[in-house]
């Protein structure tokens, strides 16, 4: 399978603890996005890396977050101490960009996140 | 914040009948995507129109856009129990400083019957 994968699909916490969770991209992308989705709403863009570089973060993505992608290949997403509000599908999503190229963005099948 | 809003927001139609969904969106794109997502999954690329695009056809699917209207419609014809999914629109921004970071809108929920 050359998708986009995500690990882990689901992962119910404990309000206050830490969580990670790991994107891998399609191989040849240069670009990788996360995205949050609550129930019955579209994914938010929460930040992105251009190879290795985060070059965007969204106002979402409050300092409890932290995103790295160390090689310029997969990437984590970490929240500390979480909080139910952090309840949300996780959503990777990588692209390839180039002079001209549309940016069609690949998505992974998310993670579930369930904070108690 | 959302940019797109589909409408309508639910959809139930009877297989092999037409199901049109709308998209609107607030400020100038350089181009429009629509994905479809099942339930608890992950989003599926379906189509994407460029700005100086009016129509594009993909198998079943039908994508127009109008850029003073600022508007765009999905099309799936001869529709399928297969097709019961979410469906969101998507627009990416002229390169200002943005990051081309997709902005979706709320979603509509279609339903086929068989």
């Known amino acids: 399978d050359t998708g986009v994968s995500q690990d882990p699909r689901h992962k119910i916490t404990k309000r206050g603890q830490n969580v990670t969770f790991r994107c891998d991209p399609i191989?040849?992308?240069?670009?990788l996005y996360w995205y949050r989705q609550t129930l019955g709403q579209g994914p938010e863009f929460l930040t992105y890396?251009?190879?290795?570089?985060?070059?965007?973060k969204s106002r979402l993505l409050s300092d409890r977050f932290s995103a790295e992608r160390p090689k310029g290949s997969f990437s984590t997403l970490e929240i500390q101490r979480t909080e139910q509000g952090d309840s949300a599908m996780y959503l990777c999503?990588?692209?390839?960009?180039?002079?001209?190229?549309?940016?069609?963005?690949?998505f992974g099948p998310g993670t579930r996140l369930t904070v108690t | 914040s959302q940019q797109g809003e589909e409408d309508p927001q639910a959809l139930s139609i009877q297989e092999g009948e037409n199901a049109t969904m709308n998209c609107s969106y607030k400020?100038?794109?350089?181009?429009l995507q629509w994905y479809r997502q099942n339930s608890g999954r992950g989003l599926v690329h379906l189509i994407l129109?460029?700005?100086?695009?009016r129509e594009k056809h993909s198998g079943r699917l039908r994508v127009t856009l109008d850029t003073s209207k600022k508007s765009s419609s999905l099309l799936i014809t001869a529709s399928r129990a297969a097709d019961t999914a979410s469906y969101f629109c998507?627009?990416?921004?002229?390169?200002?400083?943005?990051?081309?970071?997709?902005?979706f809108g709320s979603g509509t929920q279609l339903t086929v019957l068989p």
């Open positions: 890396f251009q190879n290795e570089a985060q070059l965007e």
């Open positions: 400020t100038s794109i350089n181009n």
């Open positions: 191989s040849e992308h240069n670009r």
């Open positions: 998507a627009t990416a921004h002229p390169f200002s400083g943005s990051a081309r970071q997709l902005t």
């Open positions: 129109i460029r700005s100086n695009e």
């Open positions: 999503a990588s692209s390839f960009t180039g002079e001209g190229r549309p940016h069609e963005q690949y």
